[in-house]
T-cell receptor
Framework: QKEVEQDPGPLSVPEGAIVSLNCTYSNSAFQYFMWYRQYSRKGPELLMYTYSSGNKEDGRFTAQVDKSSKYISLFIRDSQPSDSATYLCAMSGGRNYIPTFGRGTSLIVHP | SAVISQKPSRDICQRGTSLTIQCQVDSQVTMMFWYRQQPGQSLTLIATANQGSEATYESGFVIDKFPISRPNLTFSTLTVSNMSPEDSSIYLC??????????FGPGTRLTVL
């Protein structure tokens, strides 16, 4: 079992839809959780960062962490074609201070 | 966040040759990292570039194949040596910030024929 599991997709949704992207993990020491967005032929950019459990909201984006279930989510409201990208989850904690990344989920928002 | 640039942005190389990738940061940073991103795969950490000492390599990566330099707190290079088609990938440098967030350069897309 990989430390971080993420469905690669692609996930295709119509413009305006609410998108839910998810990752599961196995290492209970993880306490820092990140979401990165990567456009084609670009490097990943940090989108959201959360510590421990709970929710964090930034504009149309909400990151949610459920440590009891070892499950994290990224919600995108009112999705736009410009949100089309690959979204990577990453997490770290304990002795592992360097983030472990998921494979990324490819999101396509069509007009 | 730091602004990170990489050179070259892409290259096509012949088998058996070597390529050196440069990473420049606009501010001094303590931690710099080199990653590989193969199609459909997660980011794989190659090594941590340490200023003033040898790089720290992850399992499966060795200095002879991926020598790294870190002459100061704003610059690092990664060399991919004796390349084979299996080395075709995107190579990314990143800098670490507090709380383990990382910021990435635009990447170098390498194709080995």
């Amino acid at each position: 079992q990989k430390e971080v599991e993420q469905d690669p997709g692609p996930l295709s949704v119509p413009e305006g839809a609410i998108v839910s992207l998810n990752c599961t993990y196995s290492n209970s020491a993880f306490q820092y959780f990140m979401w990165y967005r990567q456009y084609s032929r670009k490097g990943p950019e940090l989108l959201m960062y959360t510590y421990s459990s709970g929710n964090k909201e930034d504009g149309r984006f909400t990151a949610q962490v459920d440590k009891s279930s070892k499950y994290i989510s990224l919600f995108i409201r009112d999705s736009q074609p410009s949100d089309s990208a690959t979204y990577l989850c990453a997490m770290s904690g304990g002795r592992n201070y360097i983030p472990t990344f998921g494979r990324g989920t490819s999101l396509i928002v069509h007009p | 966040s730091a602004v990170i640039s990489q050179k070259p942005s892409r290259d096509i190389c012949q088998r058996g040759t070597s390529l050196t990738i440069q990473c420049q940061v606009d501010s001094q940073v303590t931690m710099m990292f080199w990653y590989r991103q193969q199609p459909g795969q997660s980011l794989t950490l190659i090594a941590t570039a340490n200023q003033g000492s040898e790089a720290t390599y992850e399992s499966g990566f060795v200095i002879d194949k991926f020598p790294i330099s870190r002459p100061n707190l704003t610059f690092s290079t990664l060399t991919v040596s004796n390349m084979s088609p299996e080395d075709s990938s995107i190579y990314l440098c990143s800098v670490g910030q507090v709380h383990n967030e990382q910021f990435f350069g635009p990447g170098t897309r390498l194709t080995v024929l």
